[in-house]
């Protein structure tokens, strides 16, 4: 058994889902040192059975989505048979769903279905959210479904992305010291703005990870701990001038956590203004 502990994902399509999955369990054992083997396109028991082999060789753990009963039967057999630890994330939900919706799945790979208005709307919310990130395209604020605002390197990009990825149109705009926000900022729907902060120690330290990484020295204005603590000061001036936008603390805190709060936040504030209306009337 090799001495880095291996989680070998096999789909029978993308495998996007089953890897989310998995990284979001990791999630619960940080610093685990897992590693992710991916494997697409698995569809017939010749492709299965090198991975399961390869598995049992060097004790790696086995997480399977596959919608072809047959497979899955393949799969679970061979597991046993070459004492492999596997866990089918899909199978007994196809199952139970059938009982419960009293009738059979069609069980065709999810790669090889028609695409569907949801699959363009969300290549379409990804591209406008490349287009608008880093304050690009100002003008885009009014029709973005989220802005995040805050400063630099507290996960304004990455969080852009994820929530493009569920359909959802993002612009992101850096606060920098002693700049105002642009105007376009201050036109567009103040319920759809979302600022962002996070613990000065923390910043720091990114940020000086950021510096060297660039090949930049450390002690450049931009990792100085007090040039940091001077743009929370200010960004937490403009929140503060800006009463209606929640604030997101992301310290310490995984991109998809965050984004769980950004979704119930704005949520939350859809049921009360949709409450309000509805006492008015």
Do not use: C
């Not at 790979?109 to 919310?125: C, G, K, V």
Request: aromatic share 4%; hydrophobic share 40%; glycine share 6%.
């Amino acid at each position: 058994m090799s001495d880095i502990r291996t989680i070998d994902v096999l789909s029978d399509s993308t495998g996007e889902t089953a890897e989310k999955v998995v990284r979001a369990a990791l999630l619960q054992f940080p610093h685990s040192g897992v590693q992710i083997r991916l494997h697409t396109r698995v569809r017939t028991r010749e492709s299965a059975r090198p991975v399961l082999e390869r598995a049992a060789q060097e004790g790696a753990l086995v997480v399977f989505t596959v919608v072809s009963p047959e497979l899955r039967e393949y799969i679970h057999a061979s597991s046993y048979e070459l004492r492999v630890e596997a866990l089918d994330l899909i199978g007994s939900l196809i199952g139970k769903l059938g009982t419960y919706l009293d009738r059979q799945p069609i069980n065709t790979p999810s790669a090889m279905l028609p695409l569907s208005d949801e699959y363009f709307r969300r290549i379409e919310a990804v591209e406008f959210t490349v287009k608008s990130d880093d304050g690009k395209e100002p003008r885009n604020f009014k029709k973005a479904d989220i802005v995040l605002v805050g400063v630099s390197r507290t996960s304004k990009t990455p969080l852009s992305t994820l929530l493009a990825q569920r359909g959802l149109r993002v612009a992101n705009l850096p606060i920098v010291l002693n700049f105002e926000v642009p105007p376009e900022l201050e036109e567009a729907p103040q319920d759809r703005v979302v600022g962002l902060t996070i613990g000065l120690d923390q910043l720091v330290e990114i940020r000086k990870a950021r510096l060297k990484q660039l090949g930049m020295p450390v002690d450049a204005s931009y990792g100085l701990r007090e040039q940091v603590k001077e743009e929370l000061e200010y960004a937490a001036k403009i929140f503060r001038a800006h009463p209606g936008w929640p604030v997101i603390d992301v310290t310490g805190r995984a991109i998809e956590e965050t984004a769980v709060i950004i979704l119930e936040s704005l949520k939350e504030r859809d049921e009360q203004t949709k409450n309000a209306r509805a006492a008015i009337v």
